[in-house]
């Protein structure tokens, strides 16, 4: 029985890609057939729109067709033609308006993923549905608060999120870093993964994959599987990196090239750390600098166990070794892209060191006005869940309802979260327009202030973050970014007054 003949039919709209229409034959003939991907073409860059004047106009364009997946064309989704889609590139304290138009086949709207604005009326309201066919003008103002740094978009409509960012819909936002460090070439990398199937579409997983988190077998550096990204020796490059998958951790190396981790979500850390990995949960980014030494070095995700289901088979199709066994680490992993660094070594020139940046407030010495437990549980048998019967996933004992307000918050104040993993799979917690300091993590302090969107919970484990509910009030979510169970119902809704 083909796994997605009619979800695609939805998905892509009756759009005539071929093989969507394929029978039983045709399809096995194709499942046979279809060619492999093809790697190692130079890393391409999105097409970029910048602000002029403190403002930027946008127009995203949400429709299906064939797209370039791995050198490859498959039935996808993509943004203004293109997956990824378009970088914003904006500056603190500029106005964005975004007209967001509706070509596919079913409801979307668009959120934007680690900014600090306002939750309400057309700006990050992930309440607004954009009916397919329709289009909505969000208009969105920056704040002088908001750090620069690396974020990005997706869509947010409820049920629908997971299959579409997997099939395409994603895009990187920048905003400019007033006093950035010398580099010689500033690179964007949005890690995705997907599926392609026989038919040559994206595919649609089965109820346990999502359950678990769908992992797609193609991991795709801006859409290409393994880019090539040629330096010279002693060359620094700035490279900053989106994890846009629906449910894949990626721990990656560069191993024979100096790393220093220069931010992760939002904004700089006050000076750059040397550091061998760095593990990015659904959401998360890292800007990294690279300082090339000669030589051929890959970008890898290596193994990272994020725990499963008892009594699941794994998390799905996924390239390499089987990630779901214990064992040592695999020192191979998924090849993500390739540095090659040749030719004559360039002067020290951009090996001045990184600008200081100063460190947020931190919330570590504030009054806290208020302490929460939140725990996330995932049940067999509850039969809660929509359409499920079988697993429900919850926070604080409860699936998703846009109707209900979960907790409420009073504006002005720094609340602290103690975030529960009952379950035996970590879980990415994700809060919308505010970001979180973390101040623990299975009972070990974090010293640094940092801001992060996106924590990770792990599995039978807890972590503490300290909040502040400044600038905006509204409604606003926070859920698992394992997109699968956010549209599972494992979100929550806070209003801020
Ligand atoms: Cu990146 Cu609520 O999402
Ligand atoms: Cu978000
Ligand atoms: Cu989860």
């Known amino acids: 029985m083909p796994p997605i003949s009619r ?62 997946l791995a050198g490859r064309k498959a039935g996808a989704l993509g943004y203004n033609g293109g997956i990824p889609g378009p970088t914003l590139r904006l500056r603190t304290g500029d106005v964005l308006r975004v007209r967001l138009v509706n070509k596919l086949a079913e409801p979307s709207n668009l959120h934007l993923h680690g900014l600090h604005v306002s939750p309400q009326g057309n700006g990050d309201n992930v309440f607004v549905t954009v009916e397919s066919g329709s289009s909505f003008d969000y208009q969105y103002q920056l704040p002088a608060q908001q750090p620069p740094g690396l974020y990005w978009y997706h869509p947010h409509h409820h049920g629908r999120v997971a299959d579409q960012v997997f099939a395409g819909l994603f895009g990187a936002i920048i905003v400019e870093d007033p006093a950035p460090p010398a580099v010689s070439s500033d690179r964007v990398l949005l890690v995705s993964d997907t599926t392609v199937d026989g038919t040559g579409n994206v595919a649609y997983p089965s109820l346990p994959e999502r359950v678990a988190g769908r992992e797609g077998t193609l991991v795709l550096v801006n859409g290409q599987a393994n880019p090539r990204l040629v330096a010279r020796p002693g060359e620094r490059e700035r490279w900053r990196i989106v994890n846009c998958c629906v449910a894949r951790y ?8 100096r790393l220093q981790l220069l931010g992760m979500d939002s904004g700089r850390f006050p000076s750059p750390s040397d550091v061998q990995e760095v593990v990015l949960a659904p959401g998360n980014r890292a800007e990294l600098l690279v300082t090339a030494a000669a030589g051929e070095s890959v970008l890898r995700a290596v193994r990272y166990d994020r725990g499963s ?7 799905g199709r996924r390239p390499g070794p089987p990630l779901g066994q214990d064992g040592p680490p695999d020192p191979y992993g998924t090849a993500l892209a390739t540095l090659v660094v040749t030719g004559e070594p360039v002067a020290t020139a951009t090996a001045a060191a990184a600008p200081a940046w100063p460190p947020p407030p931190d919330l570590r010495s504030a009054v806290v006005s208020a302490r929460r437990q939140l725990v996330f549980a995932t049940s067999m048998g509850a039969g809660a869940g929509p359409g499920m019967g079988m697993m429900d996933f919850t926070i604080n004992g409860r699936n998703f309802d846009s109707g209900r307000a979960d907790l409420t918050v009073a504006a002005g104040t720094v609340e602290e979260w103690t975030l529960v993993n009952r379950s035996p799979m970590d879980h990415p917690f994700h809060l919308h327009i505010w970001p979180m300091q973390p101040v623990a993590e299975n009972g070990r302090t974090v010293e640094t202030a940092t801001l992060r969107d996106v924590v990770n919970v792990p599995a039978n484990g807890q972590t503490t973050v300290r909040i502040a509910f400044r600038d905006f009030s509204g409604r606003s979510v926070y859920h698992c970014h394992i997109l699968d169970h956010e549209d599972l119902g494992m979100m929550g809704v806070i209003e801020v007054r």
């Open 7 to 68: 979800r695609n039919a939805l998905l892509l709209g009756g759009l005539g890609v071929a093989g969507t229409v394929a029978g039983g034959a045709g399809l096995w003939w194709s499942l046979n057939s279809r060619e492999p991907p093809v790697a190692g073409e130079a890393l391409e860059q999105p097409t970029a729109l910048s602000s002029a004047g403190g403002a930027l106009e946008a127009s995203l364009e949400a429709a299906p067709g064939l797209f370039l």
């Open 250 to 257: 990626l721990r990656l190396r560069l191993d024979g090239q």
């Open 309 to 315: 289901m008892p009594g699941m088979t794994g998390r």
